[in-house]
T-cell receptor, first 118, second 115 residues
Framework: AQKITQTQPGMFVQEKEAVTLDCTYD???????LFWYKQPSSGEMIFLIY??????QNATEGRYSLNFQKARKSANLVISASQLGDSAMYFC???????????????FGKGTKLSVIP | DSGVTQTPKHLITATGQRVTLRCSPR?????VYWYQQSLDQGLQFLIQ???????AKGNILERFSAQQFPDLHSELNLSSLELGDSALYFC??????????????FGEGSRLTVL
């Protein structure tokens, strides 16, 4: 079974500063995928960034980067130059290995609520 | 806009009642996933359908059922509703995963309030 742990229920960051949201995971799969989603107060789930377990480089998408440390089983999200619109819940999630006709539902962590202070 | 459509967006009903939530996946996506998001349980996987067939079950109560129709839209039926069923219900869809990240595309959710 896969498990995602996000230990920070809430975080504050000053506007224009960088912030790191922690995520650790547990799986026995050798191949897997890691995701970060953003959920603003309006409720929709917005995909931010993806990291494959065999990807050698850390993923980056604009101001978002994923600090992937496979040996430590961590996949922290780094948001640079925080903006007021970054205030939201952030969820780390994991997909299992691909295996024929398997199911690839994502397992989510409990989330971290990020508040950006002007 | 993810391309996944969920209706209704909001629903208020009474205990003991039955409701149906509807989901239209992105064009071309064969897989539909249902998730329940509540304050105390977070995002919980309920059930997945792939091209009309049930593929995986998660923490879905026996009072809940789902199906995926030939046109690939899906419905989640919730019956004998209890106060604790109040939650945000998400539908998500994905492409066949081969060569793909497996990203799920989420609808905006259906917020169910049971009074």
């Amino acid at each position: 079974a896969q498990k995602i742990t996000q230990t920070q229920p809430g975080m504050f960051v000053q506007e224009k500063e960088a912030v790191t949201l922690d995520c650790t995971y547990d799986t026995s799969d050798q191949s897997y995928g890691l995701f970060w989603y953003k959920q603003p107060s309006s409720g929709e789930m917005i995909f931010l960034i993806y990291q494959g377990s065999y990807d050698e480089q850390n993923a980056t998408e604009g101001r978002y980067s994923l600090n992937f440390q496979k040996a430590r089983k961590s996949a922290n999200l780094v948001i640079s130059a925080s903006q007021l619109g970054d205030s939201a819940m952030y969820f780390c999630a994991m997909r299992p290995a691909y295996s024929g006709a398997g199911s690839y539902q994502l397992t989510f962590g409990k989330g971290t609520k990020l508040s950006v202070i002007p | 806009d993810s391309g996944v459509t969920q209706t209704p967006k909001h629903l208020i009903t009474a205990t003991g009642q039955r409701v149906t939530l509807r989901c239209s996946p992105r064009s071309g996506d064969l897989s539909v996933y249902w998730y329940q998001q509540s304050l105390d349980q977070g995002l919980q996987f309920l059930i997945q359908y792939y091209n009309g067939e049930e593929r995986a079950k998660g923490n879905i109560l026996e009072r809940f059922s789902a199906q995926q129709f030939p046109d690939l839209h899906s419905e989640l039926n919730l019956s004998s509703l209890e106060l604790g069923d109040s939650a945000l219900y998400f539908c998500a869809s994905s492409v066949v995963p081969t060569g793909n990240t497996g990203e799920l595309f989420f609808g905006e959710g259906s917020r169910l309030t049971v009074l």
